[in-house]
């Protein structure tokens, strides 16, 4: 493999980032209510959590997605079709769903090589390690960065037809406002007939999503507090974390499970590297993470208004989850 780090995310830029976590946390909780970015979660500690969470049985997004492609995977090939194709996939995680994809593309003798673009160089390290022991001729970049940083990183280091990944319902983490934007700066970073494969979780029985987001083992109520930790470590602050409770809950209004941070008493909280106290006052939350939920007419409006043409949805067999492969349209000149 060979590793790029973005800018911002070098050693030597490491202050700036850094820069950049404080300023978010001023912002987020100076205002009410309270909020931290959900991409803060994925220090290396939070991504070994993140795979945790998919082993887990309460966590059926995982399952259905791997359902979804070991039933369709032939098909989901034989509709990329033959020529030279670049894969990216953003927000790569720990691979174990792409692997699926990835050893079907190489059955059928498809000529590809794989870009992984994620914030967390753990789940680029995570990936690779599975990727060399499972394809060891695959030719594999892996890119620490944002998405928008490694979709200009593509598009200036990488020519000819692309296919992107967007997998785990990760767009769910983006309002729709932000998800129709975000849609559009891929669309743009790509050329006509390029692909995009992406996952998105379904609308459904409530009590399965209050689950999911609430695991018996509390590994996800784990990965929310290590963004205390998180803050704790690299900011200098002083979260106890004993007096905070986690609360995941369903919004129907906004169609969105979230995730927060509940403060169970009055307190103060100083962050060092703001040199600031922070006031909670009893039963106060920190929000966290918002994860989306869609009914189909949702996503095919997504791709109308954005330039993708839907090619096909694939389903899992109780309809929890699908993966939708989108291609995109532009106007050609002089036709
Ligand atoms: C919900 S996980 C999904 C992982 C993987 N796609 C899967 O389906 O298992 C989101 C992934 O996106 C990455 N991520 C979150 N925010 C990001 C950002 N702004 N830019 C790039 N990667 C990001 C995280 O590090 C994490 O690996």
């Known amino acids: 493999m060979s590793v790029k780090i973005l800018n911002s995310f070098n050693v030597q830029d490491q202050g700036k980032a850094k820069e950049q976590f404080a300023l978010d946390v001023l912002k987020g909780l100076s205002t009410k209510p309270k909020e931290i970015p959900s991409k803060y979660f994925y220090d290396d500690e939070g991504s070994r959590l993140f795979s945790q969470i998919m082993e887990s049985e309460d ?30 996939e953003l927000g790569a995680g720990d691979g174990r769903k792409t692997k699926i994809l990835i050893d079907q593309f190489l059955k059928e003798n498809l000529s590809f090589k794989y870009t992984s673009i994620d914030i967390s160089k753990e789940a680029i390290v995570q990936i690779d390690r599975l990727f060399k022991e499972e394809f ?65 979780d379904l609308k459904k029985e409530i009590d399965l999503m209050l689950l999911a987001y609430n695991d018996r083992e509390g590994i996800t109520k784990k990965f929310n507090f290590n963004l205390l930790t998180r803050m704790n470590n690299e900011l200098g602050a002083n979260f106890d974390l004993k007096n905070f409770m986690h609360f995941g809950t369903y919004n129907p209004n906004v169609g969105a499970m979230e995730s927060f941070i509940i403060s169970t008493c009055a307190q103060e909280v100083y962050v060092g590297e703001l040199e600031k106290t922070f006031k909670f006052k009893a039963f106060e939350p920190i929000h966290l993470e918002y994860s989306h939920k869609y009914l189909i007419s949702d996503i095919e409006s997504f791709a109308m208004e954005t330039g993708f043409e839907v090619l096909n949805h694939y389903f899992d067999s109780n309809h929890f989850y699908t993966n939708s492969l989108w291609r995109v349209k532009k106007e050609m000149p002089n036709g």
């Open 136 to 200: 060891p001729a695959l030719e594999h970049t892996g890119v620490v960065g944002e998405y928008t940083g490694g979709l200009d990183w593509v598009s200036d280091n990488q020519s000819g037809r692309k296919l992107v990944l967007f997998l785990g319902s990760t767009i769910g983490n983006f309002d729709r406002p932000n998800a129709l934007v975000f849609l559009r700066v891929l669309w743009k970073h790509l050329n006509n007939d390029d692909l995009l494969l992406i996952g998105f």
């Open 59 to 88: 966590y059926y997004l995982t399952d259905c997605e791997i359902e979804v492609f070991e039933k369709n995977k032939k098909d989901i090939a034989q509709k990329i079709g033959h020529s030279n194709i670049n894969i990216i």
